[in-house]
C-alpha cells in the first residue's frame, strides 16, 4: 500500500548543501582524495573550557529535564551577551534557547504565520528560509538583490515588497551565502521602512563574531528602542564558538513571540539538550579568546585565497566582509566552459576536479557556487589549484 505524504513535506525541496556533502563524502570513501569546501562548520574543536564544563555538568548529574526556554543562567549570559557587545538590555521572558539557530527559526515562523501570510526574502538567501515560511503555510517573497549592490537588500526593494499580507522580513548579516554585512545606515533606511509598514524584522546574526578588516557588525535592533521591539534577533554559539553539533541556538524579542514559541517548544522537543546548554554558558562566561583566534584564522585565509580565487578565468567575486564562504558569479566560466548550468559546473568540479563546492540555486543565485574557507589553508589553496586547472583546461579562447 503506498504511503501518501503530507502536502508541506512534498514541496520541500532537500538541502543542496547536505547533499553535496553527502556525495563529498561517498566518493571520498572510496578513496578519490575529494577536497570539501561545502560544509557551513568552522573546522576548529570546541574550545576546552566549554568541553571541560559540558563534562562537568554531567558528572554533576546535570542531566535531567530543563524548562523548555532554557535554563535561566544560559538565558543570563545570553542576556549578558547582548548588553555587552550590543548594548541591548532583555528580559528573562524575552529570551527562548533552542535546537540551534535553525530550530528558533523553525519555531518562529511556526508561531508568526498564517496560511498565506507573506515573507519577504532577500536572495541570494541560506537555503532553508524559504522552506521554513513554506513549512509554516507562509509564501517567501523572493526579492533578487544584484552583484553590484553587493547582494544587499535596499529600501526601494523592500518598500515596493510590502504589501497587506506582509508579516515580515529576513535580514542575514553577516550573510550566508554572500559573506555581506550590511552598515548602520543600511539598516536603519530598511527599519524606517518596516516601522512605517509594521512588519516584524527576523534578524539573523548568527556569523556576527565572524567580521573582517574594518567591517563592524551591528545589529538592527540596537539601532533604536522602537526597532528592538520590531525585531526578533536570532542567533547561536554554532559559529561563534565552533559548536555546530551542540545545537544551542536563541531569539530574543517580543515577550508574546517568545511565550508563543515557548509553548510550541514544549509540545515538540521538550527543551534544548542539558549538557548543550551548561556548554553554552561556558562559551558565553567563559574566555573569548578563541573566538578572536578562529576569527583571525578565517581573515587569513581569505586574504590568501579571495586573489587566487577571482584569478581563475570566468569567475567574478565580491570580496565577502564575514562569514567564511566566497561566492562567486560563475556565469562565463560555466558558458565558455560549455556547461548548461551552475549546477552541472559544480557537479563536473566534484566529479572530474575532486573538489566539492555547493551550486548557487538552492540559495536563489543559479549563477553562483559557494565555496567555504573552514577548512585548512593547505587544503583551500589546492583546492583553488584543482578548480583553476579544471577551468583552464575547458576555457574556450
Given amino acids: ?49 566549554i568541553l571541560d564544563a559540558a563534562k562537568k555538568s554531567m558528572d554533576e548529574g546535570m542531566t535531567k529535564y530543563t524548562p523548555s526556554a532554557g535554563l535561566p543562567a544560559l538565558k543570563k549570559a545570553i542576556i549578558d551577551k547582548f548588553s555587552r557587545d550590543q548594548g541591548i538590555n532583555y528580559g528573562m521572558g524575552e529570551i527562548i534557547v533552542g535546537n540551534g539557530a535553525k530550530h528558533i527559526l523553525y519555531t518562529l515562523f511556526q508561531v508568526l504565520l498564517d496560511e498565506g501570510d507573506e515573507v519577504i526574502v532577500p536572495a541570494p538567501y541560506w537555503v532553508s528560509y524559504p522552506e521554513q515560511v513554506k513549512l509554516a503555510g507562509g509564501i517567501p517573497v523572493i526579492v533578487n538583490c544584484p552583484e553590484e549592490r ?11 515588497a510590502i504589501n497587506e499580507k506582509t508579516k515580515a522580513v529576513i535580514i542575514n548579516s553577516p550573510g550566508n551565502p554572500t559573506g555581506m554585512v550590511y552598515t548602520k545606515e543600511e539598516l536603519e533606511a530598511l527599519g524606517e521602512i518596516c516601522l512605517k509598514k509594521n512588519v516584524l524584522i527576523v534578524s539573523d546574526e548568527i556569523y556576527e563574531k565572524l567580521v573582517y578588516g574594518n567591517t563592524r557588525h551591528v545589529s538592527i535592533a540596537e539601532i533604536s528602542p522602537k526597532l528592538r521591539e520590531q525585531t526578533i534577533l536570532v542567533n547561536g554559539v554554532s559559529k561563534s564558538h565552533s559548536m555546530t553539533g551542540w545545537r544551542i541556538g536563541y531569539a530574543a524579542g517580543k515577550k508574546e513571540i517568545i511565550e508563543a514559541m515557548t509553548n510550541l517548544a514544549s509540545h515538540s522537543t521538550s527543551n534544548p539538550t542539558t549538557t548543550a546548554q551548561y556548554a553554552a554558558i561556558a562559551a558565553y562566561n567563559g574566555t573569548q579568546e578563541p573566538v578572536e583566534e578562529m576569527r583571525k584564522a578565517f581573515e587569513s585565509r581569505l586574504e590568501i585565497i579571495y586573489p587566487k580565487l577571482t584569478a581563475i578565468p570566468g569567475f567574478s567575486c565580491v570580496k565577502p566582509q564575514g562569514a567564511f564562504y566566497l561566492f562567486p558569479n560563475v556565469k562565463e566560466a560555466v558558458d565558455q566552459c560549455g556547461f548548461s548550468d551552475a549546477d552541472e559546473f559544480a557537479e563536473a568540479i566534484l566529479v572530474e576536479a575532486k573538489v566539492a563546492v555547493v551550486p548557487g540555486s538552492g540559495f536563489g543565485a543559479p549563477d553562483n557556487i559557494r565555496l567555504s574557507y573552514a577548512t585548512s589553508l593547505d587544503k583551500l589553496e589546492e583546492a583553488i589549484n584543482r578548480i583553476n586547472r579544471f577551468v583552464v583546461e575547458k576555457y574556450k579562447n
Fill in 1 to 49: 500500500m503506498e504511503t501518501k505524504l503530507a502536502r508541506r513535506v512534498l514541496a520541500l525541496s532537500p538541502s543542496p548543501t547536505l547533499a553535496i556533502t553527502a556525495k563529498a563524502k561517498e566518493l571520498q570513501d572510496q578513496g578519490l582524495g575529494i577536497i570539501g569546501l561545502g560544509a557551513g562548520e568552522p573546522d576548529f574543536n570546541t574550545p576546552v573550557h
Fill in 150 to 160: 553587493e547582494y544587499k537588500l535596499s529600501p526601494e526593494q523592500l518598500e515596493a
